[in-house]
Nanobody, 122 residues
C-alpha cells in the first residue's frame, strides 16, 4: 500500500502564503507522478497542479498559475505546493494524489491523502 499524508494547511488572511507538504510511504516505492487537487463546499473537485516523475515537468490550473508552485524532493519522498497571494476563493480542502500518469483528471490517480483544510479570510 501507498500512504500519503498532507500537512501545512490552516487559516490565513487574503494575500498571505501557505506551503503544503505531502509525504508518502509504502512497501512498494516506485516514483509516481504527483498532483494537488482541491474541493470547496458545494463544488466539484478541481485540478490545481501536477508534477512529473523527475520534477522537471509541471502543470498548473489557470486558477493558481503565477501564484502556486509545485515541487518535489524524491530523496525525501515529498511533494510540496507553495501558495502565494492567496485569495478567499482558494478556500478548500486540498488533496495530494499519486499515480502512474501525468494528467489533470482526478480519476487518473491511484492514491490519495486525507486532505488538509486551507481557509483564506477576507
Amino acid at each position: 500500500q501507498v500512504q500519503l499524508v498532507e500537512s501545512g494547511g490552516g487559516l490565513v488572511q487574503a494575500g498571505g502564503s501557505l506551503r503544503l507538504s505531502c509525504a508518502r510511504s509504502g512497501r512498494t516505492f516506485p516514483t509516481y507522478n504527483m498532483a494537488w487537487f482541491r474541493q470547496a463546499p458545494g463544488k466539484e473537485r478541481e485540478f490545481v497542479a501536477a508534477i512529473g516523475l523527475t520534477g522537471v515537468d509541471t502543470d498548473y490550473a489557470e486558477s493558481g498559475k503565477g501564484r502556486f508552485t509545485i515541487s518535489r524532493d524524491n530523496a525525501k519522498n515529498t511533494v510540496y505546493l507553495q501558495m502565494n497571494t492567496l485569495k478567499p476563493e482558494d478556500t478548500a480542502v486540498y488533496y495530494c494524489a499519486a499515480g502512474p500518469y501525468y494528467r489533470r483528471t482526478s480519476s487518473s490517480y491511484s492514491y490519495w491523502g486525507q486532505g488538509t483544510q486551507v481557509t483564506v479570510s477576507s
